[in-house]
């Protein structure tokens, strides 16, 4: 079968391997390893890569790490860090030789994601809620904090609101203090259920403001607003990336988005459930791509918003048949009845990331086999036993 399958599903064979492993994990494999070798041994002739435990006879290993000199190392904050999105980006700006500072209140962020950086001397963890604010020297801010997913974004609609807004000026108040840059990670639903398509960074949205997806949606709405008045007003250098969907290791397998709900579902033989007829569409990208486009953003000169994604576009029925397949499940497609202000269609024009970027995705959608542009692969896996957080329990369902 998978010889026969799109390579879009090439990206999603590869995580759904990866997800089959951490369910194994999960139940009764040990989690990471602290082995008794020597730094030497783990790292010959590296300058910063190894780190003696506090435990004796115990050394962990790190990822290997650039060496950067004073003037090229920054200090990066990467608030929601421990997150999907954000323990990428954390390994992505580890291995390039920065120093990071990640900061989580572990809402839907694990520990686990990061836990391979911990002890490292570039690396710090801040428990900490962006709704309060932070005194802390850095020179750039990739501003993730946030809930992503409908179920945990509508767990608490206040606390949603309160995280886009109250923490975004305290970002944004903590740039301006130290003249650091800040980059936002906003996203695809400002456009909300869009009437433009494909949906190009011109585009305002069409955004129903009292719906249950509101609290996220016209929270990164206002949070782009403030970025821009920031930026106006008191001259802080703002980065805005639109971001739409994304999937890849370390995504919640219980946070209701579709890939990870499909996925779930067919490895345990649970009916696929499909909301409304399974005609509306989305375009998924893989982490590696999000996180090149984040960085290359955020060393750009664009203070305009621009679109983060892959354009290929499939419908969600599709993705149901082909997860089917691929994980070779006997699953029925459940069609269930339509959701609220469920997008019909999404689709990134990225025509401004090409262009004043020089960025699209390489981990393509579309093509047999899976073809990546460049030479640039996606990053590594995690360390064994911190690629996916291990809740495995499907939660409640939207086509996002
Ligand atoms: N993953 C996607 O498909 C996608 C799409 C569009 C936009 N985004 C945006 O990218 C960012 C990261 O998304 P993700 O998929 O990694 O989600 P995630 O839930 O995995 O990560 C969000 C992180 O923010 C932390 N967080 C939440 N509220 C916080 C608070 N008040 N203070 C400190 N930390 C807090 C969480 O604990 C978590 O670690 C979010 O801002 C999201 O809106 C993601």
């Known amino acids: 079968m998978q010889s026969r399958s799109p390579a879009w599903v090439t990206g999603v064979a590869a995580w759904v391997a990866v997800t089959g492993a951490v369910i194994t994990a999960s139940q009764g494999l040990p989690g990471r390893k602290l082995e008794a070798r020597t730094s030497q041994e783990l790292n010959p002739g590296s300058p910063r890569g190894t780190w003696a435990s506090s435990l004796p006879g115990f050394t962990q290993k790190y990822p290997p790490v650039k060496f950067l000199s004073e003037k090229d190392r920054k200090r990066i904050l990467i608030t929601g860090g421990a997150g999907f999105v954000g323990s990428h980006l954390t390994d992505k700006l580890m291995m390039d030789g920065h120093e990071v500072t990640v900061v989580d209140n572990f809402f839907t962020g694990r520990k686990r994601n990061v836990e ?8 710090e963890l801040i428990n900490h809620d962006v709704v309060e604010p932070l005194y802390i020297e850095v020179d750039q801010i990739y501003h993730l904090a946030s809930p992503a997913s409908p179920p945990n974004y509508m767990y608490n609609p206040i606390k949603t609101l309160k995280t886009n807004t109250i923490g975004t000026l305290n970002m944004l108040g903590l740039a301006k203090r130290v003249g650091a840059r800040l980059l936002l990670a906003s996203t695809s639903e400002v456009y909300g259920d869009p009437e433009v398509h494909p949906q190009s960074e011109e585009y305002w949205g069409h955004v129903n403001p009292i719906g249950p997806r509101a609290c996220y949606d016209e929270g990164k709405r206002v949070a782009e607003t403030m970025c821009y008045a920031y930026m106006k007003q008191e001259g802080v250098e703002v980065r805005v990336a639109r971001i739409f969907n994304t999937f890849g290791p370390r995504m919640h397998m219980n946070d209701g988005r579709v890939v990870s709900n499909f996925i779930l579902q067919a490895l345990q033989g649970e009916p696929l459930t499909v909301y409304g007829s399974g005609s509306q569409t989305r375009a ?96 590594p896996p995690a360390p064994q036993g911190v690629a996916l957080a291990p809740r495995l329990h499907s939660g409640a369902s939207r086509q996002t």
């Open 116 to 123: 391979h950086w911990i002890g490292h001397e570039n690396f």
């Open 284 to 379: 998924f990208q893989y982490v590696s791509d999000l996180v090149n486009g984040l960085v290359a953003l955020m060393n750009s000169n664009v203070s305009s918003p621009v679109n983060l994604g892959n354009p290929e576009e499939h419908t969600i029925l599709e993705f149901a048949q082909l997860i089917k397949n691929l994980v070779g499940s006997g699953s029925e497609i459940q069609f269930l009845s339509e959701a609220q202000d469920d997008p019909q269609k999404r689709k990134p024009d990225i025509k401004r990331a090409k262009l004043m970027l020089g960025w699209e995705p390489v981990v393509r959608v579309g093509a047999t086999p899976l073809v990546v542009k460049g030479s640039s692969p996606p990053p």
